[in-house]
């Protein structure tokens, strides 16, 4: 997607990365965050009862995919936007993992794993890169993707699992819900040593973590929507 063809592409790529960022910041605060869920399921655009800095972000997202629908609109794709409404699934998973730690909850790696297929924002992110392909991405692509394809569930379960092995520490300690690492510890009663080895070497290859994700990975399921 890097040739010239594809600009378009990176140019709706790089704006919901940056909004998936900000919504990553936002969902580290519990409050209020069962309203902002809803309102953005129900795609209530009149945001009447979101307090300003979630109006900023949800106006943010709509100005964004507004965008989205009027260049995809004009090559003949205006049923893009529909599919980009599914950012509503990592919003569940951000809430579900807020609520996880607020109530003090170490899930099964099983149960993290479903949310975090989401977190990581790898579906989103395929969306937003396929959005901006122009014919290259026709509707079949889209029904393709919602279809949990087993390349997409790899790629975003091995994204989440390399991503909580570099920080699952430095995210422990400013508070931050159990991570993969932490789940398989406690579910398996190993080290921490013993799973991806001693700091600051963060080893994939021959931890416990390399057999269970290829074991594993291709069978899970992204949660029905």
């Known amino acids: 997607m890097w040739e010239p063809k594809f ?3 990176r140019y709706i790529l790089s704006k919901l990365t940056m909004l998936v960022s900000m919504v990553d910041d936002i969902y580290d605060k519990i409050d209020e965050l069962e309203l902002f869920t809803t309102v953005v399921e129900g795609w209530d655009t009149s945001m009447k009862d979101l307090p300003d800095y979630m109006k900023i972000y949800f106006g943010s997202l709509i100005d964004v995919l507004h965008e989205v629908d ?3 609109t004009g ?3 205006s049923y893009c936007l529909e599919y980009g409404k599914q950012e509503r699934n990592q919003m569940r998973a951000y809430l579900t993992e807020a609520r996880w730690f607020a109530r003090g909850e170490v899930p099964t790696v099983e149960e993290y794993r479903r949310v975090g297929i989401y977190s990581c ?3 989103l992110l ?3 890169a396929l959005a901006g392909m122009g014919e290259k991405a026709p509707k079949e692509a889209f029904d393709w993707l919602l279809a949990d394809p087993k390349i997409l569930v790899a790629v975003s379960d091995h994204c989440r699992l390399m991503d909580d092995i570099v920080s699952h520490e430095f995210e422990q300690k ?3 819900v159990a991570l993969s690492v932490e789940c398989y510890m406690k579910q ?3 080290s921490r040593v013993e799973l991806v080895g001693p700091p600051p070497r963060f080893r994939f290859e021959g931890s416990y973590f390399a057999p269970f ?3 594993r990975s291709l069978k899970l399921r992204i949660p029905q929507r």
């Open 126 to 128: 395929t969306y937003s």
């Open 121 to 123: 924002a790898y579906p």
């Open 188 to 190: 398996h009663r190993v």
């Open 213 to 215: 994700f290829v074991k």
């Open 174 to 176: 400013r508070g931050h």
């Open 70 to 72: 009027t260049i995809t």
């Open 7 to 9: 600009s378009t592409s």
């Open 75 to 77: 090559e003949g794709r």
